[in-house]
């Protein structure tokens, strides 16, 4: 049997499409897991300065200005935004492991039909 | 597993040819056909194998200038949402002072590494640039709704361009695979011919 006898159907045109748009939303996951993951880093050593200084005025950055805000506050603040981002970074983790078992799935539907016709792994 | 795609197989014939083309096009960007049978797409082109390539081709790179300008267009919205964001932040900041009664002191960059102070007292309103070298006074609230309508017209384009960008990508998924499909039917037309006339000289 010669490779180019195997039928291309639709259904399989659909898993591929479907493979190739889970791989780039792979990609963008984790360049957004990277930038949670340094945001994170980042308010860890805010809170850390924040506990070695001993100003009782913090210059806080608030759009484009740096306010002067009392330190409680900017304790608070800070780990109001280190939740919000844990719960992000958690939210997109979870994303990028389902994102990875449905690839996984259609790996093994797409090579179960085309086997050596297909590639599907990363350069 | 096995004989439901059995069964949609042989069903896939009739789905395909009106699922073939669900959308002609988006937004512009003309749909890919999906190619049940090489020898019928190429005599329906009435193409040539090479010709057929060279067409396939051409449309995989006008798929890439559209994908470039969408991907452009999409930073660009992903770049203004954190600005918005920020924007609404200092709102809340100006009006949550004001209700404490304390004047807000702020550093703010003057030029490029120099900063100056300023005490921000009288936070009844806020002015907002809105492009074309426009800049209104508006209330807090005012600012407040405009910020927040603002980003929701942001987001929702994101996501409209987001899908633009998916339709975009099967569309050039199934142009290559079609690409592939003519090339290995030509490889393959070639075999037949070279075996049928590597017999007809033995014989």
Redesign the interface.
């Known amino acids: 049997a ?4 195997t039928v ?4 399989d ?1 659909q898993n ?2 479907k493979f ?2 889970l791989n ?1 939303r792979f990609h963008e996951l984790e360049d957004e897991i990277k930038f949670a993951k340094e945001t994170n880093d980042n308010l860890e050593d805010a809170g850390n300065e924040l506990i070695l200084t001993d100003e009782d005025i913090v ?1 806080f950055q ?7 805000v009392p330190r409680e506050e900017v304790e608070i603040r800070i780990e109001e935004m280190k939740e919000v981002n844990s719960k992000t970074l958690e939210k997109l983790e979870k994303e990028k492991e389902t994102v990875l078992a449905q690839m996984n799935e259609l790996k093994k539907i797409l090579y179960g039909k085309f086997r050596d016709s297909i590639n599907l792994e990363e350069d | 597993m096995a004989s439901a795609s059995a069964e949609t197989a042989s069903s896939s014939s009739e789905i395909a040819t009106a699922a073939a083309s669900p959308t002609t096009e988006r937004r512009g960007i003309p749909a890919a056909q999906f190619v049940e049978d090489v020898q019928t797409f190429l005599s329906q082109l009435d193409l040539d194998v090479n010709s057929a390539l060279a067409f396939l081709q051409e449309r995989l790179q006008q798929y890439k200038l559209v994908e470039m300008k969408l991907l452009a267009q999409q930073r660009d919205l992903q770049a203004k949402i954190p600005d918005i964001e920020k924007c609404l932040d200092i709102v809340a900041t100006l009006q949550a002072k004001k209700e404490g009664g304390e004047a807000l002191t702020a550093d703010f960059e003057v030029s490029e590494g120099i900063f100056s102070r300023a005490r921000i007292e009288d936070t009844d309103s806020v002015c907002l640039w809105l492009g074309a070298n426009v800049m209104l006074e508006y209330s807090c609230d005012e600012a407040t709704v405009l910020l927040q309508k603002n980003l929701e017209n942001a987001k929702a384009s994101l996501e409209v361009l987001i899908a633009d960008l998916q339709f975009l990508r099967d569309q050039v998924t199934i142009t290559q695979v079609t690409v592939a499909r003519v090339y290995n039917w030509d490889v393959h037309q070639r075999r037949i011919r070279q075996a049928a006339a590597a017999a007809a000289n033995e014989s």
């Open positions: 010669e490779k180019s006898d291309v159907t639709w259904e045109q591929i499409n190739s748009k780039n210059r608030i759009g484009e200005v740096f306010a002067h």
